[in-house]
């Protein structure tokens, strides 16, 4: 029976992490963004984010963040959230799940710890700025 089951795969819809300035900080800090450069609109998109890893020895974890959009249309972005600057030393989950064409997706994203940094940084497609992605 587990065999007759179909998971689709996601392609063409991701999460980056974009430096900006921040007025309320007066300095540049990350921010998270779910990118669909697919031709298809999603729907019904949930994003649960946390951090995890260990500090100085000691294992450390951030409480769950959920973030719902009812839609996210083709070729578009969506800001999620900030990244605090504290949890870059650790890895960094995004779990998101959406439906497209009547069918459920679900995909984990992580960045490795101290992988959110200046030098890991690539052009982000429709956002057309340096970040990170993970696919």
Do not use: C
Request: proline share 2%; charged share 25%.
């Amino acid at each position: 029976m587990k065999k007759d089951i179909i998971i689709p795969e996601v392609e063409n819809v991701f999460i980056a992490v974009v430096q900006e300035w921040s007025d309320d900080f007066m300095e540049k800090v990350w921010y998270a963004y779910l990118v669909n450069d697919s031709d298809f609109l999603i729907e019904n998109v949930m994003v649960v984010s946390k951090a995890f890893g260990t500090i100085d020895g000691e294992m450390k974890k951030t409480s769950l963040l959920r973030h719902a959009y009812v839609e996210v249309p083709a070729v578009s972005v969506v800001k999620i959230e900030m990244i605090e600057k504290s949890v870059l030393t650790l890895n960094n989950e995004f779990m998101l799940t959406f439906f497209m064409n009547d069918k459920l997706y679900d995909k984990k994203f992580i960045f490795n710890a101290n992988s959110i940094n200046e030098i890991n940084v690539e052009e982000v497609p429709i956002l057309f700025v340096d970040g990170i992605i993970v696919r």
